[in-house]
């Protein structure tokens, strides 16, 4: 007869296994069973059972309460990284962009109305010009709008009777530029009535080819308008993010403490921006919760993330304020030269963080919680994912992004951005001193130069495409099931042990200060 194998040591003596026994041990286990807290890079997650492709995964996630993103990708709101050009990109693959508050009030809104005049849906405040208009009226609109065809309405506004459309054919025709547009403008114009969906008018544009399609009500008056150009930019991009309105969805910061800060909540909503982002981190007290209490009661519709908490405490807080969704870190980054540890000894390892906090809200509130931006690459995004987030908030990795604020400069052969992770020295001139500092210090981070990437669309689709293929290795095909398998103990992770982390920071290290990185032996990157 065949010979029987010694029985294995450890947790598998005495065990019959005639099934290959479960690797690593379920979530509860790791975190609950130690008193220390875990970084990203400490943990590693055990494969599953591969049954299907990597594209069969859905990587939609929630943001809040009741926005959702295809791509669960935000960007971050520093001053080196969100802008309105950043939110756009991030908008058009699935994601949201929150334009970081390190400016003038007027100045944030101004980039809010440029996210969302970029992608109109619904254009609620067209140009409208009266029949007594001329065409020098037109004219003027042009140099001043560059919009060259326009309804025409009974008493030249928004809401009047629709008479006439006046286009740039019918203009270019005529000499004279003193010419009243009633006797020249097109009378039979095509149009829908409202109720209409964005998506029925989208089809309804394309059905009458023309450039502009303007909605009606049952009298006849101008109600809204929708564009061709529009239309096609939603065509390309078939996982935009968007409103129920159709234009983009776009984020906003406001910091807790500021002066202005009910003052700029005003003027962001006013904007049209639809998440106020409540940074925390200079004050987690009543200041934050009267804030968020503020904006829920003045503003009900609009959707509120706060943070960054480190703990269940926090996170309760905030969402018994009226928080629709939480963002999940340390005030203070972990290790971060800057001003972090080594000034305010405070902060929390983000996977005990996320993994602690995004577990309470998820079974007590029901709110989604997010990875604060601690997330530097795809393999800490998939791990972020796998320990409770329904969103990532990017920072480093969107940095020398071409559509980041900011110079390029070229440094030995190489074309690099600026980058700062915290708060810039000209941000911080008319911000107040942080409450840990002595007065003669603020709170701030050296910038770092940071190799350009190029447009941050295909970045993000490269990251998805990571994030897919991990999901694959896992065997569970979205981020719900992640969590579900997260909270059954199917899902399974191993830590990895201190030499094998500082063999990973040193070979990191060398790459770093290699002045010839190319040809740095192997070892040094695992």
């Not at 502009?212 to 096609?232: C, H, M, N, Q, Y």
């Not at 009226?322 to 080594?342: E, H, K, T």
């Amino acid at each position: 007869s065949a010979r029987t194998p010694p029985a294995r040591r450890g947790r598998w003596r005495g065990l019959a296994m005639a099934d290959p026994a479960p690797n690593g041990w379920p979530a509860d286990k790791v975190f609950e069973g130690t008193v220390a807290g875990y970084g990203y890079d400490d943990i590693v997650f055990m494969p599953g059972h591969v049954s299907f492709e990597a594209s069969a995964v859905e990587l939609e996630g929630r943001l809040t309460r009741n926005i959702s993103l295809r791509r669960p990708f935000v960007g971050g709101a520093v001053d080196s990284i969100t802008e309105w050009k950043m939110a756009v990109s991030l908008a058009l693959v699935g994601g949201v962009g929150i334009i970081h508050g390190n400016q003038a009030v007027e100045a944030q809104a101004d980039m809010i109305r440029r996210v969302k005049r970029y992608v109109g849906g619904f254009i609620l405040d067209p140009f409208v010009l009266g029949p007594n208009a001329t065409l020098a009226d037109l004219d003027r609109l042009k140099e001043e709008q560059g919009i060259g065809s326009v309804p025409i309405t009974e008493d030249g506004k928004v809401g009047s009777k629709l008479i006439g459309w006046m286009g740039q054919r019918e203009a270019d025709a005529e000499k004279d530029r003193n010419r009243q547009l009633q006797h020249i403008m097109v009378r039979r114009v095509v149009s829908e009535k409202e109720p209409i969906s964005v998506d029925e008018a989208m089809l309804a544009l394309k059905k009458a080819k023309v450039g502009k399609l303007p909605i009606v009500d049952e009298e006849g008056r101008l109600v809204t308008l929708i564009s061709r150009s529009d239309a096609k930019k939603i065509m390309e991009n078939p996982l935009i993010s968007r409103s129920a309105t159709g234009q983009l969805l776009v984020g906003a910061a406001v910091t807790v403490g500021n002066k202005d800060d009910r003052e700029r909540v005003a003027a962001l909503i006013g904007a049209g921006v639809d998440l106020i982002y409540v940074d925390c981190s200079e004050h987690m007290g009543e200041l934050a919760s009267d804030l968020i209490a503020h904006i829920k009661a003045d503003h009900p519709l609009v959707e509120v993330l706060a943070g960054p908490a480190g703990s269940c405490r926090q996170a309760k807080r905030l969402v018994e304020v009226g928080a629709d969704g939480i963002l999940v870190g340390s005030a203070v980054p972990p290790g971060d030269d800057a001003w972090g540890s080594s000034v305010v000894a405070v902060g929390r390892p983000e996977a005990s963080a996320l993994y602690e906090v995004a577990r309470y809200l998820r079974h007590y509130y029901k709110v989604p919680a997010s990875a604060g931006p601690g997330v530097l690459n795809v393999g800490q995004m998939l791990k972020a994912f796998c320990l409770g987030a329904s969103a990532v908030v990017l920072d480093r990795p969107l940095a020398g992004c071409d559509e980041t604020p900011g110079e390029q400069v070229l440094q030995n052969g190489r074309w690099m951005k600026l980058h700062h992770s915290i708060e810039a020295l000209d941000a911080a001139r008319d911000r107040q001193f942080a409450k840990h500092l002595p007065d003669m210090v603020r709170r701030h981070a050296a910038g770092s130069l940071v190799s350009c990437q190029g447009p941050a669309g295909p970045l993000l689709q490269h990251a998805a495409k990571g994030i897919r293929n991990g999901m694959e290795d896992l065997g569970i095909k979205s981020i719900e099931a992640l969590h579900a398998a997260l909270d059954e103990g199917g899902l399974r992770l191993e830590c990895r042990s201190p030499f094998a982390m500082r063999l990973l920071e040193s070979g990191a290290q060398a790459m770093d200060r290699s002045s010839k990185p190319e040809i740095m032996p192997i070892f040094v990157t695992l």
